[in-house]
């Protein structure tokens, strides 16, 4: 039995270093169940840091062959914002193919995908899960999970970008007055179609303003986003 | 047909290029009349083209452009957020699982088949990219437009009058809209499609065996 994401997303919000990111990672991968969950990110004085379940003889080798001039995960990502599955990379030049079967080789997976991430003043990040796995098998993995591996692939960029340096303290994330109401009506059990007719909102907004709210809030979901809008003193109820 | 390019691809489109920023100019500074800055070559740019955004081009036989659009994830700054909060009752909408989408621009003269093929792109995106929204500004000619060929937006708030009002409006996807969108741009959702992983690669090859 493995923690729930909730707990997991609990133990990234007070986090304090890249040991306690390791410590999420790895929690997160057993989570999922897949063999490997990496974040790598690279700070706007261009110093790099990175957490992840890679074996330390694949990281030992991907820094001794420089496979990061050649690795089309990377060429995917950089200045990017749309996640990648592996399979829409190109993987058909000779080194390129060379790269692949030693990442294989050394337990990396067949399958992957990737989120990249953009943060403030050149600050840039890549968020992978990659397995073993059949096509039919990780086509449907990466359907299930794309949008909560995309969210949490910006949650460890919100925790990195405050471990820059010089940065002051992360302020609590603040919700506007609309937004508070509307969490606040869940919070007190309304449906969906009620608090969009209270708001005066059509249920589409109001699924926007939610979608907003449980990003800001770090959030796994709508539920979870409103117990961490209550214990965080931004609604009452 | 449909193009996908961030603009740190641009430059290997030099006319498609020269030819969308242009086709902005006289859009939003010429008949709109809206206060945007356009330099020496005639390009309406502004600091979110700076970003590296990704743009969706309607691309014509000869090269040149027939329609754009851009992409940002409002999990970054994005204009949305940057100028348009009285439009969204004051909500910051931030989120990787909402891109914005600005400059929506047809060319003088464009069919209403262009910003057809330009919403079917909209909808690759969604669908493609797991993304769950799209929150877009546009100008008020549009919105008959975007109802005309089965479009329409959730509107969240419109300021200024007549054809000068500017609307802030979401979108999520349907089959069912995207089917009354491939019919008025004349494109099979096939094609559509092809045109998407021709961009970003497709999903079917066996991986290591695509060559």
Redesign the interface.
């Known amino acids: 039995m493995t923690p729930g994401v909730e707990t997991i997303l609990e133990d990234l919000e007070h986090a304090t270093g890249v040991e306690d990111l390791q410590q999420v990672i790895q929690a997160l991968r057993d989570h999922f169940g897949v063999d490997h969950m990496v974040y790598h990110w690279v700070n706007s004085d261009g110093d790099q840091y990175g957490c992840g379940t890679y074996s330390d003889a694949w990281v030992a080798r991907y820094l001794e062959k420089d496979y990061l001039k050649i690795d089309p995960v990377v060429y995917g990502c950089y200045q990017r914002f749309h996640p990648v599955d592996w399979k829409r990379l190109d993987w058909s030049s000779r080194a390129v193919r060379q790269f692949q079967v030693d990442a294989i080789e050394h337990g990396v997976g067949n399958q992957g995908y990737s989120v990249p991430v953009r943060g403030p003043n050149g600050q840039f990040a890549m968020f992978t899960v990659s397995h073993n796995a059949e096509d039919d098998a990780w086509a449907a993995f990466a359907e299930t999970n794309r949008r909560d591996l995309i969210l949490i692939a910006y949650f460890f960029n919100q925790k990195a970008l405050e471990f820059e340096p010089g940065r002051r303290p992360e302020q609590t994330p603040s919700l506007s007055p609309r937004e508070v109401e509307a969490m606040t009506f869940l919070a007190i059990g309304y449906s969906r179609a009620q608090v969009a007719q209270t708001l005066s909102i059509s249920e589409h907004t109001l699924r926007v303003y939610i979608e907003s709210a449980r990003f800001k809030l770090g959030a796994q979901n709508t539920t979870h986003a409103v117990a961490r809008a209550i214990s965080r003193g931004l609604i009452v109820v | 047909m449909l193009k996908y390019l961030?603009a740190?691809q641009l430059e290997d489109y030099p006319k498609l290029r020269d030819t969308m920023f242009r086709d902005r100019a006289d859009q939003f500074r010429d008949r709109l009349e809206w206060d945007v800055s356009v330099d020496d070559e005639g390009h309406e740019r502004d600091e979110y083209d700076d970003l590296?955004p990704?743009y969706v081009i309607w691309q014509r036989a000869d090269g040149t452009h027939g329609g754009s659009m851009r992409f940002?994830?409002?999990?970054?700054?994005c204009m949305v957020n940057d100028h348009f909060l009285d439009l969204t009752?004051?909500?910051?909408?931030?989120?990787?699982?909402?891109w914005e989408c600005t400059r929506f621009c047809l060319a003088r003269g464009a069919a209403p088949s262009v910003a057809a093929a330009l919403m079917l792109a909209g909808g690759e995106?969604l669908e493609g990219?797991?993304i769950?929204?799209l929150?877009g500004v546009f100008d008020a000619r549009m919105v008959r437009i975007y109802r005309r060929i089965g479009a329409s937006p959730?509107v969240?708030g419109s300021s200024g009058q007549g054809r000068n009002a500017i609307s802030v409006g979401?979108w999520?996807f349907s089959r069912d809209a995207q089917a009354k969108v491939a019919e008025q741009a004349g494109i099979s959702v096939e094609l559509s499609r092809m045109w998407f992983?021709q961009a970003?690669?497709?999903?079917d090859?066996?991986?290591?065996l695509?060559?």
């Open positions: 961030y740190d590296n990704l940002l994830p409002t999990a970054e700054a009752d004051g909500v910051r909408i931030e989120s990787p699982l909402i995106i990219f797991g769950r929204h929150v959730t969240l979401l999520e992983e970003f690669g497709t999903i090859a066996p991986l290591a695509t060559a």
